[in-house]
């Protein structure tokens, strides 16, 4: 049997790195063959994950769990306005060094009321240092949405998000792209591709199928790196999974599922077993 690698030893080989937890014990020790995963701080393979309303003792339980996985979290919609642990939950995931971002619907309403400039001052004393800015609830002209981009890149890394929450609305898959392009060229980080956190609008059908014709056009135009797919679903995360490799950005991850997901891309469920297990000889 051949001696594991030690411990620091480089991941590039078919395994994972170590981590402090018992979750990857085995893989570490290196008796299986997983896909390569890039590592912290990422620029691909991000899971970009929705806290509906977690407690401090529920975000301590997922850093816990899955920290290792979780690349930024959203705090969803207006719910940072009104949840009574804020403070101490920001200060739990900046101890565990994970970014947060507010849901997008904060900034549209700000714009629509003229208030951004006090939603700027929030999120600095809050000492955030992303923003989401969106438009799928409010429509905003897209040059004023392209301004406010440049603006405040210029103070924190801006993701944008791209796409209706309302499923009855039909975008054209060169509208999508032109729209997705404008938002980088503005400074976005990123753009989130929207499914809403029900996975029925936006890249997916009111049933939650895969808009599979629109993804294909925005990835021959686009390159999905600077994508953050939302894929709520088991099925949605895997056919983008399969179709993108493992190292697609997704987004809208409930906590639960995060781990879940981790194994869809290192192929330790049935559903990638066949995509991403590899049938080379490993270890013995």
């Known amino acids: 049997m051949n001696a594991?690698?030690?411990?620091?030893?480089?991941?590039?080989?078919?395994t994972v790195p170590p981590a402090d937890g018992?979750?990857?014990?085995?893989?570490a020790a290196g008796f299986l063959a997983v896909p390569e995963r890039s590592c912290?701080?990422?620029?691909?393979?991000?899971?970009h994950v929705i806290d509906r309303g977690l407690s401090i003792a529920q975000v301590d339980g997922l850093m816990e769990t899955v920290g290792e996985y979780v690349?930024?979290?959203?705090?969803?919609?207006?719910?940072?306005?009104?949840?009574?642990?804020?403070?101490?939950?920001?200060?739990?995931?900046a101890a565990h060094g994970v970014p947060v971002v507010l849901g997008g619907t904060l900034t549209e309403i700000a714009i629509k009321q003229g208030r951004v400039e006090g939603l700027v001052a929030w999120l600095r004393e809050l000492?955030?240092?992303?923003?989401e800015i969106s438009d799928g609830t409010i429509a905003i002209e897209a040059e004023t949405k392209a301004h406010l981009i440049r603006t405040l890149a210029a103070h924190f890394t801006v993701l944008s998000e791209v796409g209706s929450k309302d499923a009855d609305f039909i975008?054209?898959?060169?509208?999508?792209?032109?729209?997705?392009?404008?938002d980088l060229d503005a400074g976005a980080w990123k753009v989130i591709a929207e499914a809403r956190e029900s996975g029925t609008a936006g890249i997916y059908r009111a049933d939650g199928e895969v808009r599979t014709g629109l993804i294909d056009e925005i990835v021959h135009a686009i390159d999905a790196e600077?994508?953050?797919?939302?894929?709520?679903?088991?099925?949605?995360?895997?056919w983008l999974l399969k179709h993108l490799g493992n190292e697609c950005n997704l987004?809208?991850?409930?906590?639960d599922d995060v781990l879940s997901l981790e194994t869809l891309r290192l192929g330790l469920r049935s559903d990638t077993v066949e995509s991403f297990a590899s049938d080379g000889e490993g270890p013995s």
């Open 40 to 47: 912290k701080p990422r620029e691909r393979g991000i899971t």
């Open 127 to 131: 000492g955030l240092r992303h923003v």
């Open 71 to 93: 690349d930024i979290v959203k705090l969803g919609w207006g719910t940072a306005l009104v949840t009574a642990n804020l403070k101490p939950k920001l200060e739990r995931y």
């Open 22 to 27: 018992a979750a990857r014990d085995g893989l």
């Open 171 to 182: 975008m054209a898959p060169y509208v999508w792209v032109e729209q997705i392009e404008r």
């Open 226 to 238: 600077k994508i953050v797919f939302e894929a709520p679903r088991r099925e949605q995360q895997v």
């Open 251 to 255: 987004g809208n991850i409930a906590p």
């Open 4 to 14: 594991p690698e030690p411990e620091g030893a480089s991941p590039r080989g078919g």
